[in-house]
């Protein structure tokens, strides 16, 4: 079923998301405008209080989002029949993006560690369609693997019983190393 402009129901139109995304980047710009002379937006003696920058980059973004809005309402007969996505183009879109959002809902909840397990494992499962081993492969290894460089390798302290795990190894690591080298172990 077509409208009249000869977009399928459903569609939605340039011109509205050009308008919707010029507004939300007034929203945006207002909101840290507002906060900027909230916390400070002068020069202080000591250089520029903390809202001094953000005030700027406010701003801006007001400026170019009603730019943007106004320039859209002066061409809106122009822009009327423009598709600017159509509902099964949407449709995958939607498919990538609410699990995403789930995903970073997990993280808070979870923690990362086991939300990307949870992540990688559906998208395996569903997306891919691939089977239960390599689903459990990839979706358990990757959490590992990204563990052992953050601790490992960049020395992050984790909390809880994974840090002492990896605190225990990487011990235990230092002393067969010190052994192999022929260095006596220090006694604490």
Known sequence: MTTPEGRARGDIATRWVELFVALLF??????VIVDSVRVGY????????????????????????AYIALQTIWRWRKLDGITFVT??????VFLMLLPTIAFVI???????YVAAFIYVGGFMLWQGRYGWLPTLAVSAGLPLVLFAVVVGLL????GG??????????????GVRRRAAGRPRLKA
């Open 106 to 112: 997990l993280v808070g909840w979870l923690g990362i």
């Open 155 to 158: 020395g992050v302290v984790v």
């Open 42 to 65: 002068t020069w202080a003696e000591d250089g520029p209080k903390a809202g001094y920058f953000p005030f700027y980059i406010g701003c801006i973004l007001v400026a170019c989002g």
């Open 87 to 92: 509902r099964d183009r949407l449709k995958p």
């Open 161 to 174: 019983l994974l840090a002492a795990v990896a605190s225990a190894s990487a011990g235990a690591a230092r």
């Open 26 to 31: 007034v929203l945006v710009g207002a909101i």
